[in-house]
T-cell receptor
């Protein structure tokens, strides 16, 4: 069953703009992760935020987590064409040794 | 450093034929291992995961099976492929840990087209 659901499904913006993607989940979590997938490739881990954290930064990435709303957002600032990819959130399904991924957001950065 | 390899990268198989996708991890011991499937333009579906040799958990009923004959080897199989088995298959691993806050590391994937 799907745990995380990303919104929007697709996002197209101009280079230099900020991109915001959202993720909602259903059950309690210990942590939430964001991954990136270039077309036809494997996924690459971007950032992990724990349930007791509200915000985390890594370079141009900013992740927030609201456990009361069971939601997270990923913000990419000053987007670049190379940021074009699909972005997925994943949750640990309440402590199990597995990650459950959402459907992803397809981000297109137009030069 | 740890690496993960899966093969073949692409394959085209007729309906009813068998399948074997193989994945190996190097540079670590006793990893958690996973098989995911991704339909075109869709999210990832967890198929199987394993926390040790011979220990396989199936997430979705289907005509696929998984085996872990060695600590760092994970195999996805089918005796008879269906058209609906077409997709992008991803092997992944994570460190065996006391908590679930472990990053998952993915292979490059295997494209399967059943014709």
């Amino acid at each position: 069953s799907q745990q995380g659901e990303e919104d929007p499904q697709a996002l197209s913006i101009q280079e230099g703009e900020n991109a915001t993607m959202n993720c909602s989940y259903k059950t309690s979590i210990n942590n939430l992760q964001w991954y990136r997938q270039n077309s036809g490739r494997g996924l690459v881990h971007l950032i992990l935020i724990r349930s007791n954290e509200r915000e985390k930064h890594s370079g141009r990435l900013r992740v927030t987590l609201d456990t009361s709303k069971k939601s997270s957002s990923l913000l990419i600032t000053a987007s670049r064409a190379a940021d074009t990819a699909s972005y997925f959130c994943a949750t640990d399904a309440g402590g199990a040794q597995k990650l459950v991924f959402g459907q992803g957001t397809r981000l297109t950065i137009n030069p | 450093s740890q690496t993960i390899h899966q093969w073949p990268a692409t394959l085209v198989q007729p309906v009813g034929s068998p399948l074997s996708l193989e994945c190996t991890v190097e540079g670590t011991s006793n990893p958690n291992l996973y098989w995911y499937r991704q339909a075109a333009g869709r999210g990832l579906q967890l198929l199987f995961y394993s926390v040790g040799i011979g220990q396989i958990s199936s997430e979705v009923p289907q005509n696929l099976s998984a085996s872990r004959p060695q600590d760092r080897q994970f195999i996805l199989s089918s005796k008879k492929l269906l058209l609906s088995d077409s997709g992008f298959y991803l092997c992944a691993w994570s460190p065996q840990g006391a908590n679930s806050g472990n990053t998952i590391y993915f292979g490059e994937g295997s494209w399967l087209t059943v014709v």
